[in-house]
């Protein structure tokens, strides 16, 4: 019998260049990555920037994977989607972008290592990726933080806002 594949979370958002549309590739670029299976996704989000607040609105949605890719290997696929979409990772923080793909959690996974934090250091702090998140996964615990439920009850959410996909 096959070991299990842990279930990694991922974080997408865009607020350029189409946004709806790059988080909708994002994920079905997510859907076909190696070793993995895409196990469901968040209704997309339209979300008030965070940190530079002289931005377009973001659209954000949550994904959840089961993956045989390592975190380094999936961080690194990442990286390939986005600069795909054509990302270009300057150094600017919070600010604008084609496409940002945060690997949020990885299991119960905790690490720390250049390049890779897990659980992501401040998905707790954030409604864009807490509301998604919730959505997918309302049970989840993340490690170190708690019950996703509480961490979303502790954050204002008045920026962030379900998109009609009707």
């Known amino acids: 019998m096959a070991a299990a594949k842990p279930t990694a979370y991922i974080g997408v958002g865009s607020n350029l260049a189409?946004?709806?549309?790059?988080?909708?590739?994002?994920?079905?670029?997510?859907?076909?990555?190696?070793?993995?299976?895409?196990?469901?996704?968040s209704r997309p989000y339209r979300c008030a920037p965070w940190g530079v607040l002289d931005q377009p609105d973001f659209v954000n949605a949550a994904a959840a994977i089961e993956t045989g890719l390592s975190p380094s290997a999936l961080m690194q696929a990442l990286l390939a989607i986005e600069r795909d979409a054509g990302r270009d990772r300057n150094g600017e923080r919070w600010g604008p972008r084609i496409l940002d793909l945060d690997l949020l959690l990885y299991g119960a996974l905790v690490l720390a290592e250049p390049?890779?934090?897990?659980?992501?250091?401040?998905?707790?702090?954030?409604?864009?990726?807490?509301?998604?998140?919730?959505?997918i996964a309302p049970h989840l615990d993340v490690p170190g933080r708690g019950p996703i439920s509480a961490l979303l009850a502790q954050v204002d959410t008045a920026g962030c806002h379900v998109i009609d996909t009707a």
Do not use: K, N, T
């Open 18 to 41: 189409g946004p709806r549309a790059q988080v909708e590739r994002a994920l079905e670029r997510l859907a076909r990555l190696p070793e993995s299976r895409l196990l469901g996704s």
């Open 115 to 135: 390049g890779l934090q897990l659980p992501h250091p401040r998905l707790h702090e954030r409604a864009f990726v807490l509301l998604p998140l919730v959505e």
